[in-house]
């Protein structure tokens, strides 16, 4: 066998592919099969008035003038598993920059509170408003609306009452 420049050139090239793909390869964390143990309960909105709990499968509802209203809303497997991929997306099992020196007090105030159990580990954390809101809670309140979103489509969540008034 003739070993010529090009020949090394090649190989050296190729395993160069090779390495550099190696070294650059992160864990898609966006697509992993949901454990069976996978809940999270959130405690969100004006005053931390509305919740989604999936340990209990309870909802609330804040209806700002009437007070809050509790149903009994499920979410499917299929809607627990895209929550769960949005969980990944922004490692919510990971270490979250809250910032809690950037929160500032607003009226209404709002207030997150998180407890998410997944793979035997439970994590909670909670957070207010911010003057400047970092990266990490910028991505949880597009996660809280996400859940909002699949929650408020549910046909039990439609049937109750609305919400009368608002918050100045």
Sequence with gaps: ??????????????????????????????????PNDFNFSLTYGTYGKQKVDTFTNVVVKDLVEDGTIEANISLTQKEKQAIYNEMMKINIMGELKLDKEKECETEPASFSQWNVKSNEETKSFSYTTYCEYPEDVLNLIKLEEYIHE???SKKEYIALPEAKGHYE
């Design 150 to 152: 699949v929650v408020s």
């Design 1 to 34: 066998m003739i070993i010529t420049p090009q020949k090394i050139i090649l190989s050296i090239l190729s395993l160069s592919l090779i390495l550099v793909a190696g070294c650059n390869h992160t864990q898609d964390n966006t697509n992993q099969k949901m």
